[in-house]
């Protein structure tokens, strides 16, 4: 019998209470979640917790609203001070609508008017930022105000938890000392300090743009068109990752006032790998400075610090591979000329992480070398019959034809695939996805097998769209991709439910 059985709208995968991903078992579950349908959305009681304002976090500002200079106000739960003060100022703080920073009850947040385009434009911020209050910082708050009887019951580490986080990480970034490898609350506040940090310096320099380099996270996207000084002249796309001519002639026209370059390698869904030594002697050559982001594939899996500044990665993907904890780190590279000052300004810009989520990543990390060996095996297996299967129309991963050879020299090993394949089918991809048995659910890297119509999750105003689907189309994106990440679970199962969906 298969290990696979129907996951209920919702129902939280794997199923802890701070599970990152909830079940989404079809596309019309998918659409309803994005439009915020209510039938949808009221079986949602937590999801990515970028996305999903957690269950814990709604009660801690229902709490809070019966207080009487709360009431009536959209309230937000922050990381810290620091990041409350971020949230307030583009909120705004003239008027009636005025944005508030508050400390309460052990919590800090941001106090403003109850208005749609408050609520979107904080709700946009704090994902973009990584800065909402952590899950387990809620649960723990709850408990103390007497609201829950106790956290739910997990493993923890009982000692030190960041010296073992760093001691682990210390196997996969070989030479570094442990003031540079510097922990965050995600990997989206780790991409945000390391790009602040670079933007920081460069700025001095009279360095103010940013080149995107291949078609990057929505999020990573939404630093560089909002973050830089001028958007419209700061943010720089170059959409062949392996049109690297086209990027040396970039470099040379404007070179002189690009602070840096943000790669992930390989980039998320199309798993392509561009040449990164080749890429990182070119921005050296110019004075860019260049972020590295190896989520897709893991640190266990690529080497990329050599050739960064700053690689900057989440640890909620195969670090955190029970699924229930979000976090991030960011690992400065020593030989890297703005070294010791990308050091202070990365520590500065960086959130706290909660205590009670560092010592349950300590308890998980030790065994991801064994947990990415397992998955890079069955991924290869996935890989093969995805390619050789007629219904099949695409498919990428690591060792796709077109960026094998780019990839293999950053990968540890030929066999150090990662998780992630992305396809496409011959067919509707919606009768697909309906009806296969896998888990049906956002982000990647878990012991858990998770498949998602990705471009609708992460793109659904480009979806939607003529204008957004000729974008998509322009950077070889089709709106009906699905994005597999390979679990633990045994190989002819995965197998087995990929056969019997594709008819």
């Not at 709208?9 to 209510?38: F, M, N, W």
């Not at 739960?77 to 400390?103: E, H, I, N, Q």
């Not at 490898?181 to 790009?195: D, T, W, Y």
């Not at 991801?368 to 390619?387: C, F, G, P, W, Y």
Request: proline content about 7%.
């Amino acid at each position: 019998m298969s290990v696979f059985s129907p996951i209920p709208l919702g129902q939280r995968i794997p199923g802890s209470p701070h599970s990152v991903a909830c079940s989404l078992p079809t596309l019309a579950d998918v659409i309803g979640y994005e439009e915020g349908r209510t039938e949808t959305t009221r079986h949602i009681s937590s999801g990515y917790p970028r996305f999903v304002v957690h269950t814990y976090a709604k009660q801690l500002c229902e709490q809070l609203q019966q207080q009487p200079e709360f009431a009536g106000r959209s309230l937000w739960l922050v990381t810290s001070a620091k990041m409350a003060t971020a949230l307030a100022d583009p909120l705004g703080r003239a008027g009636s609508a005025r944005a508030v920073p508050f400390y309460a009850a052990g919590i800090n947040g941001v106090a403003h008017a109850d208005t749609p385009e408050l609520n979107t434009r904080g709700k946009q911020f704090l994902q973009h930022l990584g800065g909402f209050l952590s899950t387990r910082a809620a649960e723990d708050q709850l408990v103390a105000q007497g609201l829950r009887p106790a956290a739910a019951a997990e493993t923890l580490f009982a000692g030190d938890a960041t010296a073992e986080i760093k001691r682990c990480l210390h196997r996969v970034y070989s030479g570094v000392s442990d003031p540079d490898l510097l922990l965050a609350p995600s990997g989206m506040n780790a991409l945000h300090a390391a790009f602040r940090a670079i933007s920081t310096l460069q700025a001095t320099r009279g360095r103010t743009a940013w080149v995107q380099l291949g078609w990057l996270y929505l999020d990573t996207i939404a630093l560089l068109k909002k973050f830089t000084p001028d958007p419209t002249r700061d943010y720089l796309r170059h959409g062949d990752v392996a049109d690297l001519s086209g990027l040396e002639r970039l470099l040379a026209t404007d070179g002189a006032r690009i602070a840096g370059i943000i790669i992930e390698a390989p980039t998320n869904p199309l798993i392509q790998t561009p040449d990164i030594a080749a890429v990182a002697a070119l921005a050296r050559r110019h004075g860019v400075r260049l972020i590295l982001d190896p989520a897709i594939s893991s640190p266990y899996n690529v080497d990329l610090l050599p050739a960064a500044d700053l690689v900057a990665q989440s640890l909620t993907k195969y670090t955190a591979h029970e699924g229930d904890i979000i976090a991030g780190a960011v690992v400065v590279n020593p030989q890297g000329p703005d070294a010791p000052e990308l050091r202070r300004l990365v520590s500065e810009y960086l959130e706290p992480v909660h205590p009670r989520d560092l010592a349950r990543l300590a308890a998980q990390i030790g065994a991801t070398e064994d947990v990415v060996r397992k998955i890079n095996a069955s991924t290869m297996q996935v890989a093969a019959l995805l390619e050789n299967h007629p219904a099949v129309q695409q498919v990428w991963w690591a060792l796709q034809p077109s960026s094998r050879e780019n990839y293999l020299k950053i990968a540890r090993s030929p066999t150090a695939v990662g998780s992630m394949i992305s396809f496409t089918l011959k067919a509707p991809m919606k009768d697909f996805y309906d009806r296969v048995r896998l888990p049906k659910g956002p982000s990647f890297g878990m012991r858990t097998t998770l498949i998602s119509p990705f471009i609708y999750l992460a793109h659904y105003d480009l979806v939607t769209s003529p204008a957004g689907r000729a974008e998509l189309a322009a950077h070889g994106l089709s709106p009906d991709l699905l994005r597999l990440s390979v679990g633990l679970e045994p190989i002819e199962d995965i197998l087995a439910a990929l056969r019997e969906a594709l008819i």
